[in-house]
């Protein structure tokens, strides 16, 4: 079994777990027992024929299930220095790019943040002008930017992301264990290779989220989704300097 062969039959585990399609039900339709399927997606052994089979009780492509299986690496979107300046010293716009980015119609952030008529289209019309968006009339727009707003930190925007994850983290410990959010922090010591190591932990457990993320998003419908964020903290961090410590006065 090569790596590409279990990648591509964890999808499409996550696929029929999605429709909620049980071994049973796919059992049946491919005429075979319900053991056989187990043991197909256990062993992560199946021929292609087959594959294509299963594809098909689940309404999926054999080639959508090969490209959601891929390891999806999001790419950062490429702003001009004019285009960064702009989203920096206008947060709120920044905000409306990004649900634009992430699906959310002009309509729906007008109706979630009760903006008037005119605001709405003093929106589009600042980001018509920075090369955002392509707008028509009524409101009709295309999306210029291409992917998630994923921009690079020390840059012209840093400070707005900054302050949205400052906004993020606080929001997190203000909740944690309420409704699957959870916190955790720690301060201990370790060697420099054993920092390393989890380092290339975190990013391999990042990747899992993001490509998971990236195969919900293309097989599931917006309604069955919920919006999650991800965040990663982890540093070298002297608590002697960091942590003041007062004179006592009294």
Not at 198 to 216: E, F, I, P, R, V
Not at 222 to 228: A, C, E, S
């Amino acid at each position: 079994m090569t790596k590409d062969t279990a990648d591509i039959i964890g999808a499409l585990q996550t696929a029929l777990k999605s429709r909620k399609i049980s071994y049973r039900q796919v059992a049946e339709r491919l005429d075979v027992s319900e053991k056989t399927v187990k043991r197909l997606f256990r062993d992560k052994d199946c021929s292609l024929s087959r594959l294509s089979k299963i594809c098909d009780v689940i309404n999926l492509s054999l080639h959508d299930l090969i490209d959601f299986s891929k390891v999806y690496s999001e790419q950062l979107i490429c702003l001009t220095e004019k285009q960064e300046s702009f989203l920096r010293n206008n947060p709120h716009h920044f905000s409306f790019l990004f649900l634009l980015t992430v699906g959310h119609t002009a309509e729906q952030i007008q109706t979630q943040n009760t903006l008037s008529n005119i605001s709405l289209f003093r929106y589009l019309r600042d980001l018509d002008k920075n090369g955002f968006i392509e707008l028509a009339e009524k409101n009709r727009y295309r999306l210029l930017v291409k992917g998630k707003l994923l921009v690079a930190l020390h840059g012209p925007l840093h400070k707005v992301i900054r302050d949205q994850n400052a906004k993020f983290l606080q929001y997190v410990i203000d909740n944690d264990g309420k409704d699957r959010i959870s916190f955790q922090a720690t301060f201990r010591y370790m060697s420099e290779q054993t920092l390393s190591s989890l380092n290339q932990d975190m990013a391999a457990l990042s990747n899992t989220y993001k490509k998971l993320a990236h195969q919900d998003e293309a097989i599931l419908s917006r309604d069955k989704l919920i919006p999650v964020k991800w965040c990663q903290l982890v540093a070298p961090f002297n608590i002697f300097t960091e942590w003041e410590i007062d004179e006592l006065t009294r």
